[in-house]
């Protein structure tokens, strides 16, 4: 007995001294994760819009366009005169379908696309922000380019109803007036508020059944290019709607003289940019629509790219 007793105590005082000694080793540390560097973001490229692709300008060009505080916010394509022949052949080539959808459906995709840009409102603000514009400003300008769509949907399928008549003659006949789209109409947009500037001038052109090429504004294009996308995920066939970003003192003299465009609309003052479109406009008689600044939507805006057409139809012997 006495000898087991000893022998356990030996080897307690074993595993105790075993525990002195691992106590006593100091305890590796373990090895941290190397601290990985910071990932870089995806910067949005921005390109052209032109019969519902995103492609590059032909001539490899671009312009750079500063934030409010002096760094380069984006690198933009510069469209050249063969973008925008390119965006007049796919606005032509969607002009018969377009003009020929019922008032109605033009009125509804009209809707979507102001469905689709309010469930992007909020990249609209901070597009806007980054170029100075106040959040509350902002805020109210995506929300007013909102309203503008939704008031140009309203009218698509009522402004025949209100400008189209039947004209009193002295004739055994009836004689009617209807409006019908003029065809392939440029823009030169607004050069400001970026996006109401740019919506309001391309909004009465397509309910009204024409086919639209439109360049962005110059000083600051980026929410008109944005906008290409969200006419890419609504319901608009490829070739309405069509935009260039580049230099307006390039490309104006091309938006007025191409002779297969029968509209030129111009939003701007520029006394030497107006004499410059209606000179070249002159070429085929194309009408020119002249605005000082962006108005509030109404439908005289659509009617000044509407033809009038009277018909006679005769009546009695």
Known sequence: ???NIKTQERHAERASAQEVSTSAKPKSKSRAAPASSPRLGVEKTYKLYINGKFPRTESGRFFTVEDAKGNIAANMCRGSRKDFREAVVAARKALSGWAGAS????GQILYRIAEMLEGRAEQFVTELMSMGVSKRDAAKEVTAAIDCLVCYAGWADKYQQVFSSVNPVASSHFNFSILEPMGVVSVLASQEKALLGFVSNIAPVIAGGNTAVALASEQ???CAVSFAEVLHSSDVPPGVVNILSGYRGELAEHFASHMDVNAVVYYGDDANEIQLIQEQAANNIKRVIIHKKPAAPDPYQIMDVQ??????HPIGG
């Not at 033809?307 to 006679?312: D, F, I, L, M, S």
């Open 1 to 3: 007995m006495d000898k």
């Open 103 to 106: 008032a109605y459906l033009r």
């Open 307 to 312: 033809e009038t057409k009277t018909t006679w």
């Open 220 to 222: 600051n294009p980026l």
